[in-house]
Nanobody, 125 residues
Framework: QVQLLESGGGSVQAGGSLRLSCSSDTDISKSCVAWFRQRPGEARDRLATIDGRDQTTYADSAKGRFTISRDNAKRILYLQMDDLMPEDSGMYYC????????????????????WGQGTQVAVSS
């Protein structure tokens, strides 16, 4: 049983920043790991991914403002969010694919195997 635990969410005014963390009890360096956002009543949207070759991808809404990174030794995944906007509000989840050697991480939420409990982000105007 792989456990992921998000933290770092909160309330912030537009233009502010937050840094989300996702702690894993297993290695995160060799597989796809990702951040998703879900708004009430909507599907989970993929925002950022990083693969075992350290290549990253971003959704258009995140590119230029969000940065995904990880500390492999500490087994922590990060999402640095800058210049936040009200539309960035939602529940943020980290997710991990159990498979190694996968270098195409732009896949739907259903393809990811392990999920954290989520951390809430609220951006006010």
């Amino acid at each position: 049983q792989v456990q992921l635990l998000e933290s770092g969410g909160g309330s912030v005014q537009a233009g502010g920043s937050l840094r989300l963390s996702c702690s894993s009890d297993t290695d995160i360096s060799k597989s796809c790991v990702a951040w998703f956002r879900q708004r009430p009543g909507e599907a989970r949207d993929r925002l950022a991914t990083i693969d075992g070759r350290d290549q990253t991808t971003y959704a258009d809404s995140a590119k230029g403002r969000f940065t995904i990174s990880r500390d492999n030794a500490k087994r922590i995944l990060y999402l640095q969010m800058d210049d936040l906007m009200p539309e960035d509000s939602g529940m943020y989840y980290c997710a991990k694919d159990r498979r190694w050697g996968i270098y195409s991480c732009q896949r739907p939420a259903s393809d990811y195997d392990y999920w954290g409990q989520g951390t809430q982000v609220a951006v006010s105007s």
